[in-house]
């Protein structure tokens, strides 16, 4: 009964992919499918600096973005599974509860908070840590990077969370009862025992980072434009659109390359 709905998912998927590899081997000359073949479209993102610019900058905003999610993330885990007790079905309803909202709505949240007569600034002001509202917490990278970060927090949570809750809890007996003390315990047992759950997180939240337009358009300003943004415009107000695909493909083979390191050191790991 799963067939006829997974072959048109599987279908839909193939198509799309497929449409913008051809794409990005199209010139461009206003039409939707373009007009002969070129390799101009990937030339252009190799030898022009702009794009190689904005990738290293989509680079490092989505990996700040990972790391401090991740970062954030594992105590949370590590509590829910480890010491949630009977508490640890409302602490996973209370995690995904974030889903239940638009996640234009976050970033608009964020945007009120950080602005410049926000939530953020009053508070700041009225303690007297500030003599006027600032203008350097939005439209920034770290604008773009505490909301990243709060937005994707729950899908690295829960791989954690899964690879934390069925560590065997005769492991952290036998520890104690080597002498091992918390520290230890964690750095040596549990630490090691999670390591496929934190790079799992990793991938999750990295990969929909990179390619993210509206929170850098939202709350970055045009300092933090990053490579979804370029793609947005390419088939926006550019009209190329076998130049934005040319982009997508570029920015899939980074994300698979990205995928195939993580799952060989995943892979190693447990090897």
Known sequence: MLLPGAVMGLGLIVF??????????????????????????????????????????????????????????????????????????????????????????????????????????????????????????????????????????????????????????SLLEAASDLGARPWTTFRRVVLPASVPGVLTASMVVFIPTLGDYVTPALVGGPRSIMIGSLIQMQFGRANDWPFGAALAVAVMLVVAGGMVLGRKLSVGRQG
């Open 16 to 169: 799309s992919l497929g449409l913008v590899v051809f794409l990005a081997f199209r010139h461009n000359d206003g039409s939707v499918l373009g007009a002969g073949w070129t390799w101009s479209n990937f030339q252009t993102i190799l030898t022009d600096p702009l794009y190689a610019q904005v990738a290293l900058r989509s680079v490092m905003i989505a990996g700040t973005a990972t790391a401090a999610t991740v970062l954030a993330a594992y105590p949370v885990a590590y509590c829910i599974a480890l010491r949630g007790g009977r508490w640890r079905s409302l602490l996973l309803f209370l995690v995904t509860l974030p889903f239940w909202t638009s996640y234009l709505l976050r970033v608009f949240a964020w945007k009120i908070v950080l602005a410049y007569n926000g939530v953020f600034n009053s508070v700041l002001v009225g303690s007297g840590i500030l003599h006027a509202p600032s203008l350097a917490f939005l439209n920034t990278p770290a604008a773009v990077v505490v909301t990243l970060a709060h937005a994707y927090a729950p899908f690295a949570i829960l791989p954690i969370y899964t690879a934390l809750e069925g560590l065997p809890r």
